[in-house]
């Protein structure tokens, strides 16, 4: 993994809403970029309270949900269901 990190956790099927797969394009970024932050623990950009729930849940495997800034301003989220068997990527105006 990127960052030299450690899965912490299964994602499952990957999968993606077109439109979060625009906003990667058009910021040259990477969804593994992203995805390897996320399996990582590191949560991005949500706040202290949802970090912790992201914590909680690795311990009692409820469902995770992250947040990234791409270079170009755009929000994205990846959420991983608690069964770990599928991990999306989306807008948060598409949740």
Not at 51 to 80: F, P, Q
């Amino acid at each position: 993994m990127e960052n030299s990190k450690i899965a912490k956790f299964a994602l499952g099927e990957i999968v993606s809403t077109p439109a979060a797969l625009r906003a990667l394009d058009a910021s040259g970024q990477s969804p593994d970029e992203f995805l390897d932050r996320h399996a990582g623990g590191d949560w991005g950009v949500v706040s202290k309270g949802d970090c912790h729930l992201n914590d909680e849940a690795l311990r009692s495997g409820e469902r995770l949900l992250s947040a990234y800034m791409l270079a170009s301003g755009v929000k994205i989220w990846i959420i991983t269901e608690a069964v770990r068997n599928s991990t999306c990527i989306l807008l948060p105006s598409e949740y």
